[in-house]
């Protein structure tokens, strides 16, 4: 143990302090005396010598605090690693920048990419001895210093100390330490870190790269960080590619960004530029013709203000940004600012195919909504009766009440009369997709809930690699993804129900009737008897191959398999091939009670396409720092979900659809689709009083699924026969896939189903050959049940 001796060591500080101050003494009296026998020039050199050395001292103590005096100061570290937020860049899969994460828009670029008309301009402008100095303009310090005694205040910082003021914020992110208390004291010891950074900046970098820096970290207004984004927010062109008037309105501007914007004060900011086009011509960088010519041009903007919404997919790219989340938290990176260019999924031709698809066939959909409404509330309840104070109480969830209630916490009808009171607000119009106009906040809610929502999303089946996403109708509308929204899958559920059978050594070509079936269920403690129908009420009494029944969508027999192999078995199905959701193991799950999103389900009918394989859709296939260091590779992870045999016959299902008499997909065939040689399958999806509508198709290469519905499950069609899936959410697939055919580049698409890879044991090739009869089907009058109904178009004679 070490023996510290406290009075020893405080007597020899003690000595050593007593020999500093002696020392100090002894050289302030020589220095006196020296002084008085000088002459005078001896004098003066010497009262410019001691102030001269006296300063670099204080700059040196600045430099590293002092006692605590100066508060901290930029350190070589931070000058050799220089952090500033960059914009990430997400990139589709055929190459193209699809968007930006970013909380200060900026992208750097490189010196070769800045036009040499941009660099003339910025030096003839800010900093005219650029060149020349090393990192402080001692004369134009001086000749500040003369301006301001004249009354003519005016700045003297380089293009280097602004970098320092724009890189480290010395004046803010940096203290001043306890000296910065006393007034005027705290503005001369952030100048001196300007100082002394500026010329450590020197020291370590070149001319070109400190203009470079300067350039990628300027604030040019509008939300535009750096050069790169400023050229494309106000004239939608490059760095490389601008034009000397151009240049001399972004150099102009940075006097203040405001005073002098393009945008918001465009005669401030054309005088400004032609004020920087004589320093162009008092430099001799352009000639007195050129100039004359270039002042004339008039101010010409193509303006556009850049924002994280900006770009193809957005939510697409919003899914992005939540599935890296974790992986930000682990790694300690910020999305939003450390520059990373993630790759994705994604195909641009794609995407575009798909909005187009949405677009196209939702504006249908509304239609025949409007139509089927019209004046009338679509509000109802389970007994389609209209629900009371159903737009109240959503305006009480929106920010415009709660503001008001703030205000009026004690006058109920005053928040009434607000809004009520109409004002100036931009509602959704499919043909301008923003309409402003005067509502007020009640009929806009109104005026809103009567849209009907969509979400969409392919992907292929083999890597699970997500080529489309759209989210609904309107991203700047309604923020909130119905393809990851979860909502009662109806009957393409019963792909699980079906699986889990043929798990259990069923075949297609077995048969069940369609008949009366009752299910005893315990209802909040209360025995009860679950009685599943079909969409029309009845039952034929027909005996049917579990193929016919499957692409009829018969809700009896998809109960009876249930039965059979146990609604435990049928969820532990649904999840291995992909439902990620926790699933309410009651009989009604066999015919899709229990929600899920879109994005799992079409995700798990990509198992039954994929061998039965199993894995995660994947967004993200590779992410890089902004140096091209390579973060994160995807890793492909599949497990075997089901069996091959299972796979292959659920497939043979899914193709019945289109093939077998009746079945539900079989509106299909009236897309272009089959001069492609590509075969198809699918299933189609609708829940109780049509609140739901769902198809997912499948072919060899793609899997797509839709959904269309209400915002809230209340909102929703009357009647099957619009607002059953075949009618809604097929086409929307059949729309997608006519121009994903179509397009030469996407050949990879046209494939027909393999043949068996290995012998299968069970019968599958039987088909059914459908009669018209004269008997009546069998009806039976059933109370609201539990279950959801797949509105299949079955008719009976």
């Given at each position: 143990m070490i023996n510290f001796d406290t009075h020893k060591w405080v007597s020899r500080g003690k000595s050593v302090f007593y020999l500093l101050t002696s020392k100090c003494k002894a050289g302030w009296t020589w220095y006196k005396q020296a002084y008085r026998r000088s002459p005078w020039y001896k004098k003066t050199l010497l009262v410019i010598a001691t102030f001269v050395l006296s300063f670099m001292l204080y700059l040196a103590m600045v430099d590293i605090n002092f006692l605590w005096l100066f508060g901290k100061s930029p350190g070589l570290a931070s000058i050799h690693n220089p952090e500033q937020p960059v914009a990430s860049e997400i990139y589709s899969e055929d190459g193209k920048l699809i968007g930006k994460f970013f909380k200060e828009n900026r992208t750097p670029v490189k010196f070769e990419e800045?036009?040499?008309?941009?660099?003339?301009?910025?030096?003839?402008?800010?900093?005219?001895?650029?060149?020349?100095?090393?990192?402080?303009?001692?004369?134009?310090?001086?000749?500040?210093?003369?301006?301001?005694?004249?009354?003519?205040?005016?700045?003297?910082?380089?293009?280097?100390?602004?970098?320092?003021?724009?890189?480290?914020?010395?004046?803010?992110?940096?203290?001043?330490?306890?000296?910065?208390?006393?007034?005027?004291?705290?503005?001369?010891?952030?100048?001196?870190?300007?100082?002394?950074?500026?010329?450590?900046?020197?020291?370590?970098?070149?001319?070109?790269?400190?203009?470079?820096?300067?350039?990628?970290?300027?604030?040019?207004?509008?939300?535009?960080?750096?050069?790169?984004?400023?050229c494309t927010t106000y004239f939608h062109t490059t760095p490389k590619n601008i034009t000397y008037e151009q240049a001399a309105t972004l150099v102009g501007l940075l006097k203040a960004t405001t005073t002098y914007n393009p945008k918001l004060n465009p005669k401030n900011s054309l005088k400004r530029r032609n004020v920087v086009l004589e320093n162009l011509l008092s430099h001799h960088v352009i000639s007195h013709t050129e100039f004359d010519s270039l002042k004339q041009i008039p101010m010409q903007l193509n303006f556009n203000i850049e924002s994280n919404y900006d770009g193809q997919g957005p939510y697409f790219r919003e899914a992005v940004a939540q599935s890296l989340e974790t992986w930000c938290k682990e790694n300690n990176i910020d999305l939003y600012a450390d520059g990373l260019k993630i790759y994705t999924t994604i195909n641009t031709r794609m995407q575009k195919y798909a909005e187009e698809a949405v677009d196209k066939q939702m504006r249908v959909v509304q239609r025949n909504f409007n139509n089927h409404w019209g004046r009338e509330n679509p509000w109802r309840d389970r007994n389609h009766q209209e629900i009371p104070n159903f737009i109240e109480d959503l305006a009480k969830r929106t920010v415009a009440y709660k503001q008001l209630e703030l205000k009026f916490s004690d006058r109920p009808d005053s928040i009434t009369y607000y809004l009520n009171k109409p004002h100036r607000l931009k509602v959704f119009d499919y043909d301008k997709g923003t309409r402003d106009t005067t509502i007020s906040t009640m009929d806009s809610i109104r005026y809103m809930e009567r849209y009907m929502h969509c979400g969409f999303v392919a992907m292929e089946p083999q890597n699970g690699h997500v080529k489309a996403w759209v989210g609904d109708i309107n991203f700047n509308s309604w923020k909130y993804d119905k393809v990851l929204s979860k909502r009662q899958p109806g009957s393409t559920f019963k792909l699980f129900v079906y699986s889990a059978a043929m798990n259990m050594g069923l075949s297609p070509c077995d048969e069940r009737i369609d008949q009366y079936l009752a299910w005893d269920v315990i209802e909040k403690g209360v025995p009860k008897k679950w009685i599943p129908r079909n969409a029309n009420g009845a039952f034929t009494g027909d005996t049917l191959s579990l193929k016919a029944a499957f692409a009829r969508s018969i809700n009896t027999i998809a109960v009876q398999l249930a039965k059979e192999v146990g609604i435990h078995n049928v969820a532990l199905t649904a999840h291995a091939m992909g439902i990620k959701t926790p699933l309410e193991e009651t009989p009604a799950l066999s015919l899709g009670a229990s929600d899920v999103s879109l994005l799992e389900l079409v995700n798990a009918y990509g198992t039954v396409i994929n061998d039965g394989m199993e894995q995660d859709p994947v967004l993200v296939t590779r992410i890089e720092d902004q140096n091209g260091n390579v973060l994160y590779n995807y890793r492909p992870q599949q497990t075997q979900a089901i069996p091959y045999e299972t796979a292959f016959l659920m497939t043979e299902m899914l193709k019945a659809g289109l093939t077998e008499p009746l079945g539900t997909s079989q509106a299909l065939w009236a897309f272009d689709l089959f001069k492609y040689d590509t075969e198809f399958g699918g299933k189609t999806g609708t829940s109780s009083n049509h609140s739901d509508a769902w198809f997912v198709g499948v072919t060899p290469k793609l899997v797509g699924g839709a959904w269309v519905g209400g915002e809230h499950r209340s909102i929703h069609f009357r009647t099957g026969e619009l607002g059953q899936g075949s009618r809604t959410a097929l086409p929307i697939f059949g729309y997608f896939m006519e121009k994903v055919l179509k397009d030469k580049s996407m050949a990879k698409y046209r494939e027909k189903f393999p043949k068996p890879k290995q012998p299968i044991t069970k019968s599958y090739q039987c088909r059914t050959i459908y009669h018209k009869r004269d008997t009546d089907s069998i009806a039976v009058a059933l109370p609201d049940s539990l279950a959801n109904t797949e509105e299949v178009n079955i008719t009976v004679e």
């Open positions: 800045i036009s040499p008309k941009l660099i003339k301009t910025l030096i003839s402008t800010e900093d005219e001895r650029f060149y020349e100095h090393f990192g402080v303009d001692l004369q134009g310090v001086f000749s500040a210093v003369k301006d301001m005694a004249s009354g003519r205040a005016r700045g003297a910082s380089t293009i280097t100390q602004q970098l320092v003021k724009n890189m480290f914020k010395v004046r803010s992110q940096y203290s001043t330490g306890l000296l910065g208390y006393i007034p005027g004291v705290k503005l001369l010891i952030m100048k001196s870190k300007e100082w002394i950074t500026a010329v450590k900046i020197e020291m370590f970098y070149t001319k070109q790269e400190i203009l470079t820096m300067y350039l990628n970290t300027v604030d040019f207004g509008s939300n535009a960080y750096g050069i790169n984004t400023a």
